[in-house]
């Protein structure tokens, strides 16, 4: 027989951006603490709202599984005497695993006990197993409330436990688990008595609580796009922001409210900001993408006194777009060039200088990536003035009041002022990527500039001895490194990592020989951890990966097509047995004392046939590389699979004669050298 399990967590309000990780981490740890006590179950479901953590376990047994184990004691030696008799170490082993003496196993040299654990009632063991799956749930922040030790996310409420329809009896920080749950905080009244798992969802909803998170996440999505449709729009959905709403609410109605035209003349990332980010509202655009006078926002309850609900709304949204306004109009006095004097009062790191330090250090390294990339020269002027006025808009009005815009309105601003449409663009790009997932810059001078400021922002950090550890990250350097990184492989241009470091080094002020050295190894590491997950989401397995790493990484693209080119044939027939052939030659080669190979020394076809092989790969593999075409090296490389086989076939590599010996050394070290720019072959894992 089986029976549902149900364990809800009733608290007080989670905070939104906690609940995804709080259940992914509730099914897992139920999952596992009942795999680890031998109890069969079906589905394993969690659900949560703000105010409740449910775990659902469909169909458990009754009855844990019997486990036996053999288990090792002392060696026969000391477990018997010379008549064979038990000794006191033998006897203490036995009493310990709870078996008689005489039930000891003898082999290989050593005593064991065959110990049968008989499975225990699940209800038994739930009482000590429930508290011990929320006391394993960990949190970003916890709290602690009256004088109890207890730290959770939030306080806890109330606690419902139900094996079928028995209550599991257990106390957490002074609240007993029962049979009862609450509802909605304001439209429902009282506890409400659950008398089975089936119960629990029905009960729920008709006391206004949606406590499935996807019935919810849908129900909104749909509300908010029928909407939408009726104003004659289509909702502009952030899934961040669906996400966030779905955990903010336990019954959600969307509602409709209205803009004030004039409003509409701002530019419309100032309208949307205050809207998505500080109101959580959805805004509605046309077809073709313009901002409609309306927003939509998610009320946690039903849709009594709408209107009222409607008009708050309204309210908080024009006194935030009457702030956007002001500030906006205040800004366009000021050219956005006559603003960089100020950027000298604002410290960009401790000891690091200030802001306006940091955009010198961004103009000259914004133009020695410029170069290194091949921009065309053209486009210098417009570079270097987007660099000057990268970090202008960050002492306006408009982004002091909402930060998130910085980038957007420095846009916005160099054009009100008359700059370029490619400086006015890079100011914004430079900002990119701003979180995982967002858009890549597009333009060669916004490429430039964010590469720059990313690689400023990690050599000054790093300077400092910030480095991140564990998951402390407070300046986002993994994510900047991250977006350096596909940048580069999503622009296809080839950069020297080194150079670019040694440059902010030197606009820095770095010059200890010993510090540099020591910095920029650091920097290369923290790299090549970041190339390594670029190249993991890319679905490349783990050997080509450190193949491929243990090369070098300083030109990050590069990097990157030896990798999908390796990773692309590695598991070839041709390519395994290459594979395999030159990690033979590179284990031999180790023994060479240079590459220098004498013709005349040659004393078998088979060795006159590699040489003449290995010319033909070399002047091949050296076209190709130049052109980073690496599946046409490795094409190369493949050729001389047969001709070294049949090398080795034939030859004895260790001759007694030294100079032969040496000659044939010297030949495996110049085929082993063509390794040296595509991949480590001694780390691929060849079946």
Not at 386 to 399: E, F, H, I, P
Not at 440 to 450: H, N, Y
């Amino acid at each position: 027989m089986t029976k549902d399990l149900l364990l809800e967590i009733g608290t007080e309000e989670i905070p939104a951006r906690f609940m995804p990780d709080i259940l992914t981490q509730f099914k897992t740890i139920a999952a596992a603490k009942l795999a680890e006590l031998r109890i069969a179950h079906g589905e394993v479901q969690v659900v949560g709202t703000p105010r409740r953590l449910a775990l659902v376990v469909r169909e458990v047994v009754e009855k844990q599984a019997d486990h036996e184990s053999i288990n090792k004691g002392p060696s026969v030696k000391i477990a018997f005497d010379e008549h064979g008799q038990a000794t006191k170490a033998a006897q203490g082993f036995a009493r310990g695993q709870g078996v008689d003496v005489s039930e000891l196993l003898v082999k290989e040299g050593y005593a064991y006990a065959v110990v049968h654990e008989a499975g225990q009632s699940v209800s038994q063991l739930l009482p000590t197993l429930l508290p011990e799956m929320i006391h394993a749930l960990s949190f970003p922040k916890n709290m602690r409330w009256a004088d109890l030790d207890l730290r959770f996310v939030r306080p806890i409420r109330w606690l419902l436990a139900l094996f079928g329809q028995e209550v599991i009896p257990f106390t957490i920080a002074d609240v007993a688990a029962g049979n009862t749950t609450f509802g909605h905080r304001f439209l429902s009244k009282g506890p409400i008595r659950i008398d089975s798992v089936n119960d629990y969802f029905a009960r729920l909803a008709q006391n206004h609580v949606m406590v499935d998170q996807n019935v919810r996440r849908q129900v909104i999505r749909e509300q908010i796009e029928k909407l939408a449709q009726g104003q004659g729009g289509v909702a502009a959905i952030d899934e961040a922001l669906l996400e966030e709403v779905t955990y903010l609410v336990e019954y959600p109605t969307a509602l409709c409210g209205s803009i004030e035209e004039k409003y509409l003349a701002l530019p419309p990332e100032a309208v949307i900001t205050p809207m998505r980010e500080h109101q959580r509202y959805f805004p509605v655009v046309t077809a073709a993408g313009n901002l409609l006078p309306v927003f939509i926002t998610v009320r946690n309850g039903g849709s009594d006194y709408i209107d009222i609900v409607r008009h708050g709304n309204e309210r908080v949204l024009r006194a935030r777009l009457a702030d956007a306004q002001f500030f906006f109009e205040e800004d366009k006095k000021i050219p956005l060039g006559e603003r960089l004097e100020k950027l000298k009062t604002i410290v960009f790191q401790e000891g690091l200088g200030s802001l306006y330090d940091k955009t010198v250090r961004l103009e000259a390294l914004s133009r020695l990536i410029a170069v290194e990339a091949g921009m065309a020269e053209s486009l210098l002027p417009d570079l270097i003035r987007g660099a000057q006025l990268a970090k202008a808009d960050l002492v306006t009005g408009m982004v002091y009041e909402f930060t998130e815009l910085q980038g957007i309105m420095g846009r916005e601003y160099a054009l009100l002022s008359g700059e370029t449409r490619v400086a006015a663009d890079a100011i914004f790009e430079h900002y990119l990527p701003r979180f995982a997932g967002d858009q890549l810059p597009v333009s060669a001078a916004g490429r430039a500039i964010s590469i720059a400021d990313k690689i400023d922002n990690i050599v000054a950090t790093f300077s400092r001895g910030l480095i991140p550890t564990g998951s402390q990250d407070p300046y986002a350097l993994r994510r900047q490194a991250l977006g350096i990184v596909h940048i580069l492989v999503d622009a296809r241009v080839h950069l020297s990592l080194g150079r670019i470091i040694a440059q902010a080094m030197d606009l820095l002020a770095i010059k200890e020989t010993g510090r540099r050295e020591k910095l920029a190894n650091e920097i290369q590491d923290f790299f090549r951890l970041r190339i390594k997950n670029v190249l993991a989401d890319d679905k490349l397995s783990y050997d080509v990966i450190d193949a491929v790493v243990a090369i070098g990484h300083d030109d990050i693209y590069d990097t990157w097509l030896r990798a999908k080119a390796l990773g692309a044939n590695a598991q070839t027939e041709a390519m395994q047995k290459t594979i395999q052939a030159f990690t033979r030659v590179g284990n031999l080669a180790k023994h060479a004392a240079g590459d220098q190979v004498d013709r005349t020394l040659f004393s078998t076809e088979a060795e006159a046939g590699l040489y003449e092989a290995y010319l033909t790969a070399n002047a091949r593999i050296t076209q190709s590389a130049a052109k980073h075409d690496y599946c046409a090296v490795l094409a190369s490389m493949a050729a001389l699979a047969a001709p070294i086989d049949a090398f080795f076939d034939a030859v004895m590599v260790m001759a007694e004669d030294s100079s032969v010996r040496n000659n044939r050394l010297a030949l495996l070290n110049s085929i082993a050298g063509l390794t040296t720019n595509m991949a480590d072959f001694s780390k691929i894992v060849t079946g």
